[in-house]
């Protein structure tokens, strides 16, 4: 068997239409599983102070999900948004020991500060790399999803 490769991923849950759950609103547990043999690999609290910054255009690190608000003015029209992050945005970085490539299941239940939302994804991951962001498989719970993984620093 060969030794694990350093893995890194960034989960970062975001609410269906809206920013990241941050400390605010008592952030995300995430809970990440070999989704074969339902071993854990890592896992924690999604925490942090922001929770995304809106740009009304398409930027590279943005989630993949945009975020429409309400017209500023009485007859205005609404904006379509994305969210961006930045280095205070909540999140969990989790450094897994994998030896393949891994089928992961990934969980994150919350916000915590109102355990009404959750939602199961999953995704496949190569040994030794960063991931780039993917969207989320949904499988269950309507409110609120991770908007994983994305490598730290894009």
Known sequence: ??????????VRVQAKGGKFLANDI???EVTIRDAQTGAWLGGGLALGTSS???VPGYAPNASLSTIV???????????????????????????LPITRPTLLEITAFGPLGGLQSAHRATLMAR????????????RSSP????????SRGR
């Open 1 to 10: 068997m060969t030794d694990a490769a350093a893995t890194s991923i960034l």
């Open 69 to 95: 608000t309400p017209a500023s003015e009485p007859n205005g029209v609404p904006q379509v948004q994305w969210l961006v992050p930045v280095a205070s945005t909540s999140g969990l970085q989790v450094s």
């Open 143 to 150: 409110r609120s999803r991770p908007a994983f993984p994305t």
């Open 52 to 54: 995304g910054n809106l």
């Open 127 to 138: 040994p030794g790399t960063e991931q780039a962001q993917r969207r989320s498989t949904r």
């Open 26 to 28: 008592g952030a995300a």
